[in-house]
C-alpha cells in the first residue's frame, strides 16, 4: 500500500513504476514520466526536489538520457522512486509533482534507434507454416537453431494512440491492403551500447537491456505475401509498428521470471541458457478489437528469450545502440497474436459480440493490447497497452 491510495494489485501500483514520456497543456514540454495509479510523478521537477544528483539521468525529452545511464544508476533511480510512493513523509514533497493521467499527452518515449522483429513463438511459427506452406515442415529447419528475426523500420514506429493509415502497394495489383493484420509482441529496449565486434552474452542480458513495451507490428499480409521472398518482410511491415507509452523496467519483473520451454535442439554455447538464470516471463496478453477481446496470448510459451534473442543480435559483432527495440515476434501460445491466425487465412472469419464478422482489419477498427504479469507479494505489474485505429 502506498500514500497514494493505490491498491497492491493496480497494474500501475508502486511495484511496477514504468516510465514514459508525456506532456500537459499547462507544460507542454514533453519530459520523464513515470505512472503510479492514475496519475504520473513529473520525474525532472520531482528529482531537482529530491534526488538532484540523477537531474542529468532524466533530463530531457526522451527516455534515451535514462537509457544510457545503465543498470547502477536505473536501480538507484527506481529505489528513490520507491521511498517516494510508499514513505508518508514524502506525500508533500512529491504532491506537487503529480499530474492526472487524463491530462497528459503520452509521446514516443525514446528514440528508437534500430529496430528488429523476431520470430520466437514456436506456435506462431508452425501456424504461419501451415497456412502460408502447406505441405512443409511447418518449421524451418533452422528454427529450433536460433532465433530468426529481420531489420525492420526505426523511423516509423509510433505511440500507442497514433491512427494507422491503411498502406496500399502490389497485391499484387496496386491498391489498398485488403489484408491489414496486427500481430501481439513484447518489445525489448536496449540501454546500454556495446562495442562493435564484441558479441554480448546473454547473462549480460540485464546489463544491457533496460525494459520492456507492448508492440503491435501491424502487417499487411498480401503486400508481404508478393514481395517478401527471397530477401524478408520490407513495405508489407514498415509502414507502422506501434509501442506501449510506458516502458517496465526488468527490475519490475523480477517475480515474472520463468523456465522457457524445454528446448528439443541442442543449442550452440551462445545461446544455451540451461545453466543461466531464466528470462523467460510470465506475461498475459490481452488482444481487443473494437472492444471485443479476441485472444489471450502468454508470453512464458515463449521459445526463444529476450536474453537469448540479445546474444544472437550480437553474436556476428554487430553492436548495440542506446534506443534499440527489438520485437519479440508475434506471441500465439496460449491464443494466437494474429488474425491471420485467428480466421485460419480468411477462411474462417472471426464473429465478434456485437454481430460483425472479421477476417482482416477494417477501416475505423481498433485494436488495443493490454499486459500484466505477477509482482511479489500478489502485486500486478501492468505494462499498459498498446492502442491503434485504423484509417482509410
Ligand atoms: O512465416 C511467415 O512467412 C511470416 C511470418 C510473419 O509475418 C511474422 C513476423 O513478422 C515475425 C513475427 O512477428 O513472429
Ligand atoms: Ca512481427
Ligand atoms: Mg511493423
Redesign the pocket.
Known amino acids: 500500500m502506498s500514500w497514494l491510495d493505490v491498491p497492491v494489485d493496480h497494474p500501475f501500483g508502486p511495484a511496477t513504476l514504468p516510465y514514459g514520456v508525456f506532456s500537459t497543456a499547462a507544460d507542454p514540454h514533453p519530459r520523464v514520466g513515470v505512472a503510479i495509479g492514475h496519475q504520473i510523478i513529473d520525474l525532472p521537477a520531482a528529482v531537482r526536489r529530491l534526488a538532484p544528483g540523477l537531474a542529468s539521468a532524466v533530463a530531457g525529452p526522451s527516455l534515451n538520457a535514462l537509457l544510457a545511464a545503465g543498470p547502477a544508476v536505473w536501480a538507484e533511480v527506481r529505489a528513490q522512486l520507491t521511498t517516494w510512493v510508499t514513505e508518508e513523509v514524502y506525500r508533500d514533497l512529491l504532491g506537487g509533482h503529480l499530474v492526472a493521467a487524463g491530462d497528459a499527452v503520452m509521446h514516443l518515449p525514446f528514440t528508437v534507434a534500430d529496430y528488429v522483429?523476431?520470430?520466437?513463438?514456436e506456435q506462431?511459427?508452425t501456424n504461419?507454416?501451415r497456412i502460408?506452406?502447406p505441405g512443409q515442415e511447418p518449421l524451418t529447419a533452422n528454427w529450433k537453431h536460433l532465433p530468426i528475426g529481420?531489420h525492420g523500420r526505426a523511423g516509423t514506429v509510433v505511440v500507442s494512440g497514433t491512427d494507422i493509415v491503411r498502406p496500399s502497394g502490389q497485391r499484387p495489383l496496386f491498391g489498398p491492403s485488403q489484408r491489414l493484420d496486427i500481430?501481439a509482441?513484447l518489445g525489448f529496449v536496449v540501454g546500454v551500447p556495446s562495442t562493435l565486434g564484441q558479441p554480448v552474452p546473454l547473462t549480460s542480458f540485464d546489463q544491457h537491456v533496460f525494459g520492456v513495451c507492448l508492440v503491435n507490428?501491424w502487417?499487411a499480409r498480401d503486400i508481404?505475401a508478393f514481395e517478401?521472398v527471397p530477401l524478408g518482410?520490407f513495405l508489407g511491415?514498415s509502414f507502422a509498428t506501434s509501442i506501449s507509452p510506458w516502458i517496465v523496467p526488468l527490475a519490475a519483473l523480477d517475480h515474472a521470471r520463468v523456465a522457457p520451454p524445454e528446448r528439443t535442439v541442442p543449442l550452440q554455447p551462445y545461446l544455451d541458457d540451461e545453466k543461466t538464470p531464466s528470462w523467460g516471463l510470465d506475461v498475459h496478453l490481452e488482444v481487443r478489437l473494437n472492444g471485443h477481446v479476441i485472444s489471450t496470448p502468454s508470453f512464458d510459451t515463449m521459445y526463444w528469450t529476450g536474453a537469448q534473442m540479445m546474444a544472437h543480435l550480437t553474436v556476428n559483432g554487430a553492436s548495440l545502440r542506446t534506443g534499440d527495440l527489438y520485437?519479440?515476434?508475434?506471441i500465439s501460445g496460449g491464443s494466437p497474436g494474429?488474425l491471420i491466425e485467428l480466421s485460419w487465412n480468411g477462411q474462417e472469419p472471426l464473429l465478434l459480440p456485437d454481430g460483425s464478422a472479421r477476417a482482416f482489419l477494417e477501416d475505423g477498427d481498433e485494436v488495443v493490447i493490454s499486459a500484466t504479469a505477477p509482482g511479489a507479494g500478489g502485486a500486478t505489474i501492468g505494462l499498459g497497452e498498446v492502442r491503434g485505429r485504423v484509417v482509410g
Open positions: 522483429d523476431f520470430y520466437a513463438s506462431h511459427a504461419l507454416g502460408l506452406r529481420y500481430e509482441e507490428d502487417s508481404q517478401y518482410p511491415k520485437a519479440s515476434g508475434t494474429s
